[in-house]
């Protein structure tokens, strides 16, 4: 499937380091010019604006905290004054923090809740009138801890299964204008990353092998060119859930 995106515009959240990183510069190379959020990795950020500048695209680096409505707000409206329209929107900023169920305080519940649900949600509700005069996309992430039971992440866990729901009730709630699809990504492992990470989930699975970085790239740019597809889960896990 060919996707241009040639005088399109596209927002990632969590856009300064490793996944999201990559889907943003993808992006850029596929045509997009690129917002890249961040939360506190400012330098990271510009970093990966020079190197979508150097692409010869358009790129702007856009700080904001996703447990904060008004500070996404602000965020879609400088998006709007500067770069003039949005018509793809990437929601890969999360946490992944392990918390055991008996000491599981408020704040590490609403910490997980609040970035990988709530700001979600929350990015969809301000990027909507936009993507509707663009007839644009959302390509949410959960992953399959928002499929599969792990005790040590319940939180975590509860806010990826959200994720699920949530990205079926937008495909309704915001078509037939804009499509709505997530990714549930098993393990990806990146340069640097422990080899053990690899190894203990390639255990698992019948590909034998994590994710890379490219596998989540292609599997955006199929969801950003799928036109007859809304309100799907696409679990990118080498067969993870399966076992």
Not at 43 to 51: F, L, Y
Not at 93 to 110: C, K
Not at 149 to 159: D, E, K, L, Q, V
Request: glycine share 10%; aromatic share 6%.
């Amino acid at each position: 499937m060919s996707v241009t995106l040639g005088g399109k515009v596209a927002l990632v959240t969590g856009a300064a380091k490793r996944i999201g990183r990559a889907v943003a510069l993808r992006l850029a190379r596929e045509g997009a010019d690129v917002v890249v959020h961040y939360g506190s990795s400012e330098k990271e950020a510009e970093s990966a604006v020079s190197e979508i500048r150097g692409l010869g695209r358009r790129a702007i680096a856009v700080r904001a905290d996703l447990r904060s409505v008004a500070e996404i707000r602000a965020m879609f409206a400088r998006v709007s004054e500067e770069l003039g329209r949005l018509d793809v929107l990437v929601n890969s900023a999360a946490n992944f923090l392990r918390t055991e169920f008996a000491s599981t305080t408020e704040e590490q519940w609403d910490t997980a809740l609040d970035t990988n649900l709530k700001g979600i949600f929350f990015c969809c509700q301000a990027a909507a009138p936009e993507l509707k005069r663009a007839r644009g996309t959302i390509v949410n992430f959960s992953d399959v801890g928002g499929i599969l039971a792990w005790t040590g992440y319940i939180p975590h866990c509860a806010a990826k299964a959200g994720v699920v729901l949530l990205t079926k009730c937008l495909a309704k709630e915001l078509g037939p204008e804009v499509r709505v699809n997530a990714i549930a990504p098993g393990t990806i492992t990146m340069p640097g990353d422990a080899p053990e990470i690899e190894a203990e989930f390639a255990r698992r699975v019948p590909l034998k092998r994590s994710g890379r970085a490219g596998d989540v790239e292609d599997a955006v740019m199929y969801l950003i060119g799928a036109s007859f597809m809304t309100g799907h889960v696409l679990v990118l896990d080498g067969g993870r859930t399966l076992m």
